[in-house]
């Protein structure tokens, strides 16, 4: 006769499964339900108001995002994880910002894609629950779903959403993404963070473009992140001033949240910096042609502007830029770029300068 198997005593299961995310490189773990329902109405409301752009996959499946059991049959429990990135010396990417010369790349997305890397991870996390208890239902993503991951991660004490709708750590800020392993264990939960942003307002005042237009509401269709990453044709005229030199994401919400004087700096060497991205020159990346993109930009995160989004952004940052005989002349070597978008946002850039040029000369007399 084989013996039972000893029943899982699942309060030591969750304290183990905590412990091991830090030996995967997790940064903390919580466990949460799957009962979404508080934060279906915001979700309702933030596509009723149209805030979330073109970004039409996420109307289409709203009602898979509250209902994380529709993604994976069975699921009781979310194992919410996060993993910093934050590069060192993080608050130098002012000096980026206010260089009108260098490009600047959200510090996420400087080294290797993010997603590839967490799921691999937590692939290898699930396998080592699997080991302490045997065949067990589960699937791993990140940023990958529609889940409605930072409600999930606060429900698990992560962290809070932020004024700027972000998630915010005590202990970490919020220079870190999350993944989460869905699954039919049925773990205690832990209990969720409270808010402490408290009366600042410093995300909402920074922001260049207005895009949070009230505490924990992002309008996405002003959001610099959504317009060079998400937003595919034209961006808005009246915006491409307001964007600067940024030309892929935007970081100013979280380089001035006084909850990052606690971010950790990551211990990923993947997520270091790759091609001097951190402080590159517009001009030089204004030059890579399509097939010198895809080689730089292999396995990084920056590859989902395209290669065309790419030069639209570069474009408007040289637009944006002070001017330079430089400058002019990498405008026009584009100028004749096969793509509408691209020759659009060239026309822009060289009719800003050209008004500067104007102003400059005009100071000058
Ligand atoms: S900047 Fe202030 S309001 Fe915004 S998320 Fe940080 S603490 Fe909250």
Redesign the pocket.
Known sequence: MSATPAPIDYTQLAAEIKRWAREFGFADAGITDIDLSDAAQGLDDYLAAGHHGGMQWMAERAHMRVHPEELHPGTLRIICVRMDYAPPEIQSAWDVIHDDSLAYISRYALGRDYHKLIRQRLQKFADRIEREVGPFGYRVFCDSAPIMEKPLAQKAGLGWR???T?T?SRSGGSYFFLGEILTDLPLPVDAPVSDH??S?????DICPTGAIIA?GQLDARRCITYLNIEHKGSIDPELRPLMGNRIFGCDD?QL????NKYAKVTVEADFAPRHGLDHARLIDLFGWDEATWRTNTEGMAVRRAGHEGWLRNIAIALGNARHSPEVIAALHARADHPSDIVREHVQWALAQQAGKRQNSQGTAA
């Open positions: 932020g004024k700027h972000l915010l942003c408290g600042c307002t410093r995300c909402l505490p919400c001035v949240c006084p909850w």
